[in-house]
T-cell receptor, first 114, second 116 residues
């Protein structure tokens, strides 16, 4: 069975500092990996995805994520955090052998302080 | 481009009552998903449609939950009878069919259900 772990419930960073939100996964076959962000009272929004190719993928709002196959990780990063980045972030993995079923992590709350 | 539309936004019902949620996906999106998101947890897939056929409903509690997508466009999710543990946000999402597996999902704002 596929699974996603987001080991940190909460990440706090100061504005202007780099941020990392961690994600590890377990899946059969090649993984398709996604990051979504959820702002209060709004639906999940797609940030970026890894399908194949370069291990570093770039997405919306200056975010990027690094795929590491040996460590089965897909950490979300941003070089310089903004207060407006404060939100709930979800990592998801999709199994390419199971009709594309997605499994989400339990989320990490990012708080960026001025 | 219009997003995924869901209604109602909020619903409060008593246990053992029934409730239905409606979703209209983005035009042209063949795949439609219903997720349940309990507070403090990530979304859990309940059912996935491809056009009007069910692709995955392995986590749908079929004794009380049902869903349909009769014309391959909009969809309804029903709970009958509701239990206290059904209190959650119900999210609808859609994605392009294409290769199916590598396309991201677009989510609606969700319906927050409270069962009292």
């Amino acid at each position: 069975a596929q699974s996603v772990a987001q080991p940190e419930d909460q990440v706090n960073v100061a504005e202007g500092n780099p941020l990392t939100v961690k994600c590890t996964y377990s899946v059969s076959g090649n993984p398709y990996l996604f990051w979504y962000v959820q702002y209060p009272n709004r639906g999940l929004q797609f940030l970026l995805k890894y399908i194949t190719g370069d291990n570093l993928v770039k997405g919306s709002y200056g975010f990027e994520a690094e795929f590491n196959k040996s460590q089965t990780s897909f950490h979300l990063k941003k070089p310089s955090a903004l207060v407006s980045d404060s939100a709930l972030y979800f990592c998801a993995v999709r199994d390419n052998t199971n009709a594309g079923k997605s499994t989400f992590g339990d989320g990490t709350t990012l708080t960026v302080k001025p | 481009e219009a997003g995924v539309a869901q209604s109602p936004r909020y619903k409060i019902i008593e246990k053992r009552q029934s409730v239905a949620f409606w979703c209209n996906p983005i035009s042209g999106h063949a795949t439609l998903y219903w997720y349940q998101q309990i507070l403090g947890q990530g979304p859990k897939l309940l059912i996935q449609f491809q056009n009007n056929g069910v692709v995955d409903d392995s986590q749908l509690p079929k004794d009380r939950f049902s869903a349909e997508r009769l014309k391959g466009v909009d969809s309804t999710l029903k709970i009958q009878p509701a239990k206290l543990e059904d209190s959650a946000v119900y999210l609808c999402a859609s994605s392009l069919l294409s290769q199916g597996l590598n396309t991201e999902a677009f989510f609606g704002q969700g319906t927050r259900l409270t069962v009292v």
